[in-house]
C-alpha cells in the first residue's frame, strides 16, 4: 500500500454527531434570536466552534454586536448543550463497517489519526469504544486555524512521522476536503459527489471505502 497514514474526520465519518451539533447550535442561535435550518447547517460542517459562531452571528446580522469574552461564553454555552446530549452515546454509534476498516488497515500496518475540529473527540471516541484504534487524535483546541486550513492535517501527519504525501485524509464536509488537498494528501469523502467534488474519489458511506487499490 502505498498511503501509510489515514486521517480521519470524526463526524459524518465514523458516527453521526451532526444532528446534536445542529440541535446544540440551534438552541443557542434562538437565544439570541438567530434561527437557521439544516440547509444553512451544512456551512458549519466540519468548522471549529468559534468559526461556526461568526458564521451564525454573521447569518444573523449581529456579527459585531458581542464582545469577546461574550462569543466564548455561548461557544462554551453550545458545548455544554452539545456534551449533554452525547452522553449516551455507545459502541452501537459506531457507523456500519467502520471497525473492520480500522482492523484491515491496522493489519496493513497503517498509521491512524483523528483530524476533527471538535474538542470533545477523545470523549466521542471513548463513548464508540474505538480510542484505542488510534495513534493520534490532534488536539482541536490547539490547531491555530480551523478547516478549510490544512493545519489539523499537517499537525496528524507530523506527529504520526509521515510525509503529508503519504497520507489519506477522510472527509465528509467541502471544508474539509479543502483542508485535505491543501495539506498535500489523498483526499476521501464521504456523502454526496456534487458536494464532495473536489475529492479524488467520494463513498456515500465509509463501509465503502476499498484500500486494496490506495
Not at 52 to 76: C, H, N, P
Not at 133 to 157: E, H, M, R, T
Request: overall charge negative.
Amino acid at each position: 500500500m502505498r498511503y501509510t497514514g489515514f486521517i480521519f474526520d470524526l463526524d459524518g465519518v465514523l458516527t453521526d454527531t451532526s444532528e446534536y451539533h445542529f440541535k446544540a447550535w440551534q438552541t443557542l442561535g434562538q437565544t439570541i434570536g438567530i434561527d437557521f435550518d439544516r440547509e444553512f447547517n451544512e456551512s458549519l460542517k466540519g468548522v471549529g466552534r468559534m468559526d461556526s459562531l461568526e458564521r451564525i452571528l454573521a447569518f444573523g446580522g449581529k456579527a459585531d454586536a458581542y464582545s469577546v469574552d461574550e462569543k466564548t461564553q455561548m461557544a462554551q454555552q453550545k458545548n455544554s448543550l452539545y456534551v449533554e446530549m452525547i452522553q449516551g452515546m455507545s459502541p452501537s454509534d459506531l457507523f456500519e463497517g467502520v471497525e473492520d476498516l480500522l482492523q484491515r488497515l491496522k493489519q496493513e500496518n497503517v498509521k491512524l489519526a483523528i483530524g476533527s475540529a471538535s474538542k470533545n473527540a477523545p470523549f466521542v471516541l471513548d463513548r464508540l469504544g474505538i480510542a484505542d484504534a488510534f495513534d493520534y487524535v490532534v488536539p482541536a483546541g490547539n490547531v491555530q486555524n480551523s478547516k478549510p486550513f490544512p493545519d489539523i492535517f499537517l499537525d496528524a501527519a507530523v506527529n504520526l512521522n509521515l510525509p503529508p504525501e503519504s497520507c489519506v485524509g477522510i472527509e465528509d464536509s467541502e471544508a474539509g476536503i479543502e483542508a485535505i488537498l491543501a495539506a498535500g494528501m489523498y483526499a476521501v469523502g464521504i456523502g454526496d459527489p456534487a458536494i464532495l467534488h473536489r475529492a479524488h474519489v467520494v463513498y456515500t458511506e465509509t463501509r465503502e471505502i476499498e484500500i486494496e487499490w490506495l
